[in-house]
């Protein structure tokens, strides 16, 4: 995996540099890292490998799990009236946050990479809304922008553009919140900024020397260079918006029609709500399931579209 | 085009992605002085006239328990949180980036792995646990795994961070004498000031509008904390008094927005440190 190695280079520095012959005992190392081993075991390794457990059972808060085989998972298919729902919902939603947030925060990334006066104030202006991420007060504030009568169709009005019912219908409900997620490309934005200023000043000289075009120097030193921010950006964002649950819930509570139903609020109602825990958990794992798949379906695809300088080999 | 109207284009492009970024806030600071017939139906950003008291009687919350009770708690919530997570980070990113030990790299492997590790597929059998734990209705599910560095994002940022450092640094403490864990506090942890500034500020921004988490593991109005006020002040006000919300939602994130322009350069470090080195 070309994400774990890049992370992970350095980690061991190669042959070539110097390496230092260290007086300590093998296992200091290990005295220091004990606290998240202990961490990790107890509170992310237990309850992972728990909800796996408690998905074949039919467990409620209180009473003694009993196993029930698939029956969770069955279930789930053939007698759930929502659950499909919140997979249709929950689709629509990633694959309009992500790739929108991605665009707009690449694109307004490139504009603000050059030397020119207000730069700093312009990025702090961007990064706001996504410091506030997932606080309930911005879920607040965009409910009151887009009700009926809310600063958003005001301002349509001002320009005569007819009113639209922003939270009226299902689907249209599910594209203001998605916006709400693409307000927040600010921690994306940074990112590729940073990415954006260590590409080598030389490449686009030379680029200029050859006579290439602006759009076509874009196109083959910043696109290629950038691909593994996109990458990382990619992922971390979409695990994000398949778990995405504040916005859905305090700004439409998952309707009108359950056109909002996202699956971190089915998840939650069955859990908190019904304390279906063994249900919950199957659905858990579900989730758990379709991150995984395409997680490593961009890992997979990786190897065609980014790109290494060192041929991503460490 | 010449470079002249390409400049303007750009910066009136920037700043109407700035209005559409900044305006809603602005707009929601202002709102909280309206009155409510004012909020909805008027274009004005500015109030006709200032009048405080929708901070007086939003701040009353839910009369039994008044705002100052909710931002206690969320400081009570927030301070150990951030506290231990600096602490633990630092360990254990020291571990990783200065020692060699055993299993050292499928121990790595797995801190990156769960980086990815969906926080909705662990909340239950996490909610069972901290249930005979004793800890329901406590900060405990806040406080506790941040004392074991179980925020892998904050440990690979200082493991980045650390072995940006030089090596020859720890060696010549090492020659002078110094134990291991001198060399981290005396020689490395000055140097790693930007390192843990970030950690502890972006600790700071997720515990405090940390919501789910929140909205699971506490469930008395005596332990709420801000974001769980605010949802009720919410429910229980909807319709009726918008700019007691307004006003409460402020007063919510306002120690957000300072801490933000206070320590904006920490920000973007940490942010692009954690993302791109390596």
């Known amino acids: 995996m070309k994400f774990r190695d890049n992370l992970n280079c350095g980690l061991n520095p190669s042959p070539s540099k110097k390496v230092v012959k260290r007086k300590f005992k093998n296992y200091t190392g290990l005295i220091y890292i004990l606290p998240w081993i202990i961490g990790f075991v107890v509170f992310q390794l237990y309850p992972f490998i728990a909800t796996l457990f408690y998905s074949f059972t039919n467990y409620s808060l209180g009473r003694v799990p009993k196993f029930i085989g698939l029956k969770n998972y069955i279930d789930m298919f053939t007698n759930d009236p929502y659950f499909f729902q919140a997979v249709k919902v929950t689709t629509i939603y990633v694959m309009m946050v992500v790739p929108l947030k991605l665009i707009f925060a690449l694109f307004i990334a490139i504009i603000l990479n050059v030397k020119i006066k207000f730069v700093n104030f312009f990025r702090t202006i961007y990064y706001i809304p996504s410091i506030l991420a997932g606080s309930v007060t911005i879920s607040i504030l965009w409910r009151a922008l887009f009700v009926n009568d809310g600063l958003v169709n005001n301002l349509l009005s001002f320009f005569h553009i007819g009113q639209i019912q922003w939270l009226g219908s299902s689907l249209m409900a599910l594209f203001t919140i998605s916006m709400l997620g693409v307000w927040q490309f600010g921690s994306s934005m940074v990112l590729f900024l940073a990415g954006l200023k260590q590409i080598p000043k030389e490449l686009y000289e030379a680029g200029k020397v050859d006579g290439a075009s602006k759009i076509r120097m874009f196109r083959i030193i910043t696109i290629p260079l950038l691909t593994p921010i996109i990458f990382f950006n990619l992922i971390m964002q979409m695990i994000n918006a398949f778990q995405e649950f504040t916005s859905a819930f305090v700004v439409t509570n998952g309707g009108p029609m359950r056109g909002t139903y996202l699956f971190g609020m089915k998840l939650y109602e069955e859990a908190f709500k019904n304390f279906k825990m063994g249900y919950a958990s199957s659905l858990s794992w579900m989730l758990f399931l379709a991150i995984m798949v395409f997680t490593l379906l961009i890992f997979k695809s990786s190897s065609s579209w980014v790109h290494y300088e060192d041929g991503g080999e460490f | ?278």
């Not at chain 2, 010449?2 to 700035?18: C, I, M």
């Open chain 2, 1 to 278: 085009m010449n470079e002249k109207s390409q400049n303007f284009l750009r910066y009136a492009f920037l700043v109407l992605v700035g209005l559409i970024m900044i305006y809603p806030l602005i707009w929601l600071f202002l709102a909280s002085f309206k009155s409510n017939q004012e909020i909805f139906g008027a274009l004005s950003l500015l109030p006709s006239k200032f009048t405080l008291i929708p901070y007086i009687e939003g701040w009353k919350g839910s009369g039994q328990f008044t705002y100052a009770t909710f931002y206690i708690n969320t400081f009570k919530m927030v301070i150990p949180t951030v506290l231990f997570t600096v602490v633990s980070s630092v360990l254990v990113g020291y571990g990783f980036a200065r020692f060699k030990f055993p299993f050292k790299k499928i121990l790595f492997t797995i801190l990156i792995s769960t980086l990815m590790l969906p926080n909705a597929v662990i909340i239950i059998p996490r909610y069972m646990l901290f249930n005979i734990f004793g800890w329901i209705n406590t900060y405990n599910p806040f406080i506790v795994p941040s004392m074991f560095a179980c925020y892998p994002f904050f440990v690979f940022m200082m493991v980045q961070f650390l072995r940006g450092l030089p090596i020859e640094l720890d060696e010549s403490a090492l020659l002078d004498g110094c134990n291991s864990f001198v060399i981290l506090t005396r020689v490395l942890l000055p140097l790693c000031k930007p390192a843990v500034f970030s950690i502890a500020i972006f600790q700071f921004m997720w515990t405090w509008n940390d919501f789910f988490n929140s909205l699971i593991f506490i469930n008395s109005t005596k332990k709420f904390n801000l974001t769980l006020a605010l949802r009720m002040s919410l429910d229980s006000q909807a319709g009726v008094n918008w700019n007691q919300i307004m006003a409460m939602a402020t007063v919510a994130i306002i120690p957000c927005v300072l801490l933000f322009f206070f320590a904006q350069k920490y920000f973007v470090e940490g942010i692009a440190t954690t993302g791109l080195k390596g």
